[in-house]
């Protein structure tokens, strides 16, 4: 089977930095993504790693060791409109993504 | 600019009723998919399509179907609604291949079944 990790909640203040790990367990694995949600809302595409080591765009960065199965995303110079959902997402070789459950970041003044 | 529309946005229906949940995308991509989301179980894959007169069943496909005659549209069928397809319906699509990782979701369809 497949199956993803991610905690379910983190709390941070505005302007620290916080890490959303994402552990998976897949066959067929071509990459991890990150995506966004806001208050239900459409969720919106952040990034996504194919190879092992560190994206970054602006603010976000993500990390992926596929000899660990684990990933993560970086939020730097935290905002209060960074408060949302967030989700991993692991692509497998069908062109599919399989979501984690989601991180419910409250970023707190 | 290039878009992915769900209609209706809320809809309430009685148990046992036929719904249909409609998908259009001016992206003209080939990828085309349907989720639900519920408290707790994050994003999950109904039915997917790859194109035309493509269509697969997800980890939760029982009791819906899909249809593709186009390249733009994807409806979603409830064929006799239950409790428990009162849900958060997304649809979301993404190029064939190089862009699999990045999906365009649409706003959501609120579904409850009554």
């Known amino acids: 089977g497949q199956s993803l990790e991610q905690p379910s909640e983190v709390t941070a203040v505005e302007g620290a930095i916080v890490q959303i790990n994402c552990t998976y367990q897949?066959?067929?694995?071509?990459?991890l993504s990150w995506y966004q949600q806001h208050d239900g809302g459409a969720p919106t595409f952040l990034s996504y790693n194919a190879l092992d080591g560190l994206e970054e765009t602006g603010r976000f960065s993500s990390f992926l060791s596929r000899s660990d199965s684990y990933g993560y995303l970086l939020l730097q110079e935290l905002q209060m409109k960074d408060s949302a959902s967030y989700f991993c997402?692991?692509?497998?070789?069908?062109?599919?993504?399989?979501f984690g459950q989601g991180t419910e970041l409250s970023v707190k003044p | 600019d290039a878009e992915i529309t769900q209609s209706p946005r809320h809809k309430i229906t009685e148990t046992g009723r036929q719904v249909t949940l409609a998908c259009h995308q001016t992206?003209?991509?080939?990828?085309m998919f349907w989720y639900r989301q519920d408290l707790g179980h994050g994003l999950r894959l109904i039915h997917y399509?790859?194109?035309?007169?493509?269509?697969n069943k997800g980890e939760v496909s029982d009791g819906y179907s899909v249809s593709r005659s186009n390249t733009e549209d994807l409806p979603l069928t409830l064929e006799s609604a239950a409790s428990s397809q009162t849900s958060v319906y997304f649809c979301?699509?993404?190029?064939?291949?190089?862009?699999?990782?990045?999906?365009?979701f649409g706003p959501g369809t609120r579904l409850t079944v009554t």
């Open positions: 897949t066959s067929g694995f071509y990459g």
């Open positions: 979301a699509s993404s190029e064939r291949t190089s862009g699999a990782y990045e999906q365009y």
């Open positions: 992206w003209n991509h080939n990828n």
């Open positions: 399509s790859y194109g035309v007169q493509d269509t």
């Open positions: 997402a692991v692509l497998n070789q069908g062109g599919k993504l399989i």
